[in-house]
């Protein structure tokens, strides 16, 4: 019996050239390290460099972006619990400020009074 062979599909014709590609890279880098082992290894090494940089240039910027995103999440629970407990806190001295104001007017009312009456002793006294 013969087998029915699908046809192959994009995608799996993609997986197959990827494969082909990385096993000719494997047979050169064989080739090469058999001709020259020394010359091949700083290659390697010097590609190994760039690549650890390039990796450690986007870990670092990742960082930087989670830190910053962070900070604006502290900045706006820390701008919430002001907002929150500002108004707790001032509570007693908007009570002070109210109860001087009192004592100010009542104050002030008195004096108001004195000086009526000091008007009124005046005016009684000029006849």
């Known amino acids: 019996m013969e087998e029915i062979q699908n046809p192959p599909t994009e995608t799996q014709d993609m997986i197959d ?3 082909a590609w990385i096993e000719r890279m494997f047979d050169r880098l064989f080739t090469a ?3 020259n082992p020394f010359a091949t290894m700083l290659l390697l090494s010097v590609a190994m460099n760039f690549w650890q940089y390039s990796v450690l240039n986007e870990m670092n910027q990742l960082r930087i972006r989670d830190i910053t995103s962070l900070n604006e999440k502290i900045n706006l629970a820390v701008e919430k619990g002001v907002q929150q407990e500002l108004p707790k806190q001032l509570a007693p001295y908007k009570e002070q400020q109210d109860s001087n104001n009192k004592k100010l ?3 002030l009312n008195h004096l ?3 000086v009526e009456s000091v008007r009124k002793y005046f005016n009684e006294n000029k006849r």
């Open 17 to 19: 050239r990827k494969a």
């Open 33 to 35: 390290v058999q001709q």
């Open 105 to 107: 007017d009542t104050s």
């Open 112 to 114: 108001n009074g004195t």
